[in-house]
């Protein structure tokens, strides 16, 4: 489409200097401002700031170039293709300008991906592990603490009984020893 605006720009071109002769010093001089005047305003694209080029017209140029004797109407016609093939240039620019910056937004974030696959990921799972193997270790001190302490507590109550046994056995051997008869109910039983 572009190629064959471009062709046809071409064409009327060479038609118009056919017609008219060479008019492009004659054009420079009649032009003070440009006609055709770009202007760039941003829109947010997904958080990418894409450049938006719009086209502005300045009415107040002046057009006229040549009469009809001249070739004017060809010279017409070559302004209005080439016109039209800068609308689509500005377009074309645009475009152009929104893929390199969004290419450019995916590339950093492909990076900022690939940093969290390849190292933040990573790290953290190492993190995550380090502590459930501490937390595991954690948990294998307590228990060996509780069957200790368990094991305190039943060799204590072992020794309380068999000081209780003792003092029974000497009690049971002065009562005899003094012709009484020790109680048939043993401490032990209660």
Same mark, same amino acid.
Do not use: W
């Given at each position: 489409?572009?190629?064959?605006?471009?062709?046809?720009?071409?064409?009327?071109?060479? !038609?118009?200097?056919?017609?008219? *002769?060479?008019?492009? *010093?004659?054009?420079?001089?009649?032009?003070?401002?440009?006609?055709?005047?770009?202007?760039?305003?941003?829109?947010?694209?997904?958080?990418?700031?894409?450049?938006?080029?719009?086209?502005? /017209?300045?009415?107040? $140029?002046? +057009? /006229?170039?040549?009469?009809?004797? =001249? *070739?004017?109407?060809?010279?017409?016609?070559?302004? $209005?293709?080439?016109?039209?093939?800068?609308? =689509?240039?500005?377009?074309?620019?645009?475009?152009? %300008?929104?893929?390199? +910056?969004?290419?450019?937004?995916?590339?950093? %974030?492909?990076? =900022?991906?690939?940093?969290?696959?390849? $190292?933040?990921?990573?790290?953290? !799972?190492? +993190?995550?592990?380090?502590?459930?193997?501490?937390?595991? !270790?954690?948990?294998? &001190? &307590?228990?060996?603490?509780?069957?200790? $302490?368990? *094991?305190?507590?039943?060799?204590?109550?072992?020794?309380?009984? &068999?000081?209780?046994?003792?003092?029974? +056995?000497?009690?049971?051997?002065?009562?005899?020893?003094?012709? !009484?008869?020790?109680?048939?109910?043993?401490?032990?039983?209660?």
């Amino acid at each position: 489409a572009v190629g064959a605006q471009f062709r046809e720009a071409s064409i009327s071109l060479a !038609e118009a200097r056919f017609q008219a *002769g060479d008019f492009g *010093g004659s054009l420079a001089e009649s032009v003070e401002n440009a006609s055709v005047k770009v202007r760039v305003r941003a829109d947010n694209v997904a958080g990418v700031m894409l450049p938006v080029f719009e086209e502005r /017209d300045d009415e107040s $140029v002046g +057009t /006229d170039l040549a009469g009809m004797a =001249r *070739g004017g109407e060809s010279v017409h016609r070559c302004r $209005v293709a080439y016109s039209r093939l800068l609308e =689509r240039l500005i377009e074309l620019a645009g475009l152009q %300008t929104s893929f390199v +910056t969004l290419d450019n937004a995916i590339k950093v %974030t492909n990076r =900022r991906v690939n940093a969290l696959e390849k $190292v933040v990921v990573p790290r953290i !799972e190492g +993190t995550i592990s380090y502590i459930i193997s501490e937390l595991d !270790e954690l948990e294998r &001190e &307590e228990f060996f603490r509780l069957k200790k $302490v368990q *094991g305190e507590k039943k060799a204590a109550q072992e020794r309380e009984m &068999e000081e209780l046994r003792k003092q029974f +056995t000497d009690v049971e051997a002065a009562m005899l020893q003094r012709g !009484e008869a020790p109680e048939s109910v043993s401490i032990l039983s209660r």
